[in-house]
């Protein structure tokens, strides 16, 4: 798999740019345009004069595009400054601006070329180092054109080119330039007969509030910002159902949907508004399994890697478990009824699978029917028939009681049979064997015991975990072990397996460290909640507010940077999410838009200072909020007639 911890992505999906530091796309790594999965493109070298600019500077300026800097001396006698500058703005959507600047005192006559080519592979192809040769090109217009069978390519240049020639796919200029005069050159990268590309987050009706922070902490305010960008970048439609918008999981490596993945970034992303949520349910709602069968009522999904200690897991169970928890929460911060009517059967489906697939036992096995009974699955599980019973009640469906009296016979088994008795005061065991015996390592899926979901009046749902074993967890995941100084390890660094690169053994994942930052704020433990917080901001910084899937877990230390690991998606949809969860957390704010109210419970010592979000949607209207360095809450906008609760 080629590495992508130092690439530039430019993501405005179904369109993908990615490119090295240097700027030049070299055909080799990931280096090219995409579209759909497909590489449209894999090489486009610059040369002035036989020679390649000197790359000075590479920055993302926007989710979608980035801004590669160049320089070229073309009389070296002359001295040591540049002749030539040589812009290059290159975007998701399959264009290349590339501007040429005379810095030299005399008129400059500048024979260019840019030398073209592409593999037209796919994504897949590329990952697992399959690619093939770059393809023969013939000239067609004012650029050139590739094809193989089932798919075909063009790249067009305006202004057209002096010369091209297909055989050494070469395009080629003689620019005239005077002292401080300027050229560009604009390529346009294209599947054949395709129109061009229309992201569903540039369109003005993309589902995303445009929220905003500002406060004490100067780190807020970009994270939240490349948040909102990298989240509408990720969009993508339901090609059958264009109204419906759902999230890719991440760039580059997972650019379509991803069950579980889109579901719990649409969780996350709740306070933006509501018709995210509403579009990945739809769209999820169509791929339910019907019945009769084991599997009738289930959302399908791949299994997923759990590294060394367990198997693989199904992102299915979780799917379905996330599907009706998202519903009963989407009411909440104000889903329309007419909405809520169309999708309440498929949530009633994905209950209906629980309770079913339990039957007369106490935990649920992941996978079905032989699997561990894992950790997290009995977390999704439980806060699946809490909010599900909440939902059914709403609507006066049936099922609501005995999912209730499962989920209690479901807390009182757990907090003996997987709780593990140690000298440190005890830990949830990672899973149970089928054959009953526990698996004791400690691991960042521990955290999802803490998140519980929302209920009615800003009340969360109880948890699996009594008062004392919370506490004991609390204490785990802010100890040294787990708390890497960046955020949550993946396994604790005490452990056999612990890999700090390990994708399940041992790196932060972004995702997890932001819901053990909320449920332990939300459960009473707010320094372990701020130190989580601080180094996930901190580690932010060092990836310029655009934070990756995941990352090392090397312990920080005085002078260190988090190391990126080389195959995580950056941006990632649960990475951007997980900011608008961590932020909305600390500003407390839960609402009730059926009860027409929204509570505030921000944490008492606010650890980011003041601090100010806008933009948020509650019950469908803008929603403002400002914290005080007190750790007072007061709300600044809101819909007409929401209160404030108690």
């Known amino acids: 798999m080629p590495a992508a911890h130092n690439a530039l992505i430019c993501v405005a999906l179904p369109g993908l740019a990615v490119s090295s530091e240097l700027g030049q796309l070299s055909g080799r790594g990931l280096d090219g345009f995409y579209r759909g999965g497909r590489r449209l493109l894999s090489r486009c070298q610059v040369r002035v004069a036989g020679r390649e600019p000197l790359a000075v500077q590479a920055r993302m300026t926007a989710a979608d595009s980035a801004r590669f800097v160049g320089t070229l001396r073309l009389s070296p006698a002359a001295g040591p400054d540049p002749d030539v500058v040589v812009e290059r703005t290159r975007c998701a959507d399959g264009t290349e601006r590339i501007t040429f600047r005379n810095a030299a005192l005399r008129p400059l006559r500048l024979p260019v070329e840019v030398a073209l080519g592409t593999d037209l592979a796919e994504l897949g192809a590329i990952a697992s180092g399959a690619a093939g040769p770059e393809l023969p090109a013939t000239v067609r217009d004012s650029g050139l054109r590739w094809t193989t069978p089932g798919a075909a390519a ?53 589902p995303l509030a445009p929220a905003r922070a500002a406060g004490d902490d100067p780190r807020v305010a970009p994270l939240l910002e490349t948040a909102v960008a990298d989240l509408q970048a990720l969009l993508l439609r339901d090609p059958a159902h264009p109204s419906d918008t759902y999230l890719a999981a991440g760039a580059p490596w997972r650019c379509g949907m991803a069950p579980a993945d889109a579901l719990a970034a649409a969780r996350m992303a709740l306070p933006l508004g509501t018709r995210l949520a509403a579009g990945t349910l739809r769209a999820l709602a169509r791929t339910q399994l019907p019945g009769p069968g084991p599997r009738s009522g289930m959302i399908p999904g791949p299994r997923r890697d759990a590294g060394p200690l367990l198997p693989p897991g199904c992102t299915g169970t979780e799917a379905t478990l996330l599907f009706p928890v998202l519903l009963a929460e989407a009411r909440r911060w104000g889903l329309p009824e007419q909405e809520m009517q169309e999708l309440l059967p498929a949530a009633e489906r994905c209950l209906t699978w629980l309770r079913t697939t339990v039957g007369d036992g106490t935990y649920l096995p992941d996978p079905q029917p032989a699997g561990p009974a894992r950790c997290e699955t009995q977390a999704h599980a439980h806060r699946a028939a809490l909010l599900g019973a ?65 209920l009615g009046s800003g009340r969360l749902a109880p948890g699996l975990l009594d008062k004392v074993q919370t506490e004991h967890l609390a204490r785990l995941l802010g100890g040294p072990a787990m708390d890497a100084g ?69 312990q920080r230390s005085v002078g260190k940077a988090p190391l990126p690991h080389p195959a995580a998606c950056r941006p990632a949809a649960t990475a951007a999410a997980s900011v608008i969860l961590m932020l909305t957390a600390i500003a407390g704010v839960r609402p009730d838009a059926p009860a027409g109210t929204v509570t505030l419970r921000p944490v008492s010592g606010a650890p980011l200072g003041e601090l100010g979000l806008t933009g948020l949607r509650v019950a469908g209207a803008p929603f403002a909020v400002r914290i005080s360095r007190l750790g007072l809450a007061m709300v600044e906008e809101a819909a007409a007639g929401l209160q404030l609760g108690v």
Not at 195 to 206: E, S
Not at 406 to 431: E, K, M, Q, V, Y
Not at 515 to 543: I, M, N, P, S
């Open 486 to 554: 960046w955020g949550l390890r993946g396994l604790g660094s005490k452990e056999a397996a612990y890999n700090p690169f390990g994708h399940r053994t041992g790196a932060v994942r972004v995702h997890e460290s932001a819901l053990a930052v909320a449920g332990l704020a939300a459960a009473g433990y707010e320094r372990e909640a701020a130190g989580l917080l601080q180094g996930l901001l901190e580690a932010a910084a060092h990836f310029d507010h655009r934070l990756p899937e995941m990352f090392g877990g090397e």
């Open 390 to 454: 909440d939902l059914l009640d709403a609507y006066a469906r049936p099922g609501a009681t005995e999912l209730r009296e499962w989920a209690a016979a479901l807390r009182s088994a757990f907090r003996t049979g997987f709780w593990i008795d140690d000298p440190g005061g005890g830990r949830p065991a990672a899973a149970l064997a089928p054959d009953g015996r526990p698996v004791p390592h400690l691991g960042s899926a521990a955290v999802h015991l803490l998140d519980t979901g929302l």
């Open 154 to 206: 063009c790249v067009t240049a305006d202004p057209p080119p002096a010369d091209a020639l297909a055989s050494a796919g070469l395009l080629r200029w003689e620019l005239d330039l005077p002292p401080s005069g300027t050229a560009v050159v604009e390529l346009r990268v294209r599947a054949d007969g395709a129109a061009p590309l229309r992201a569903v987050g540039h369109a003005a009706t993309h």
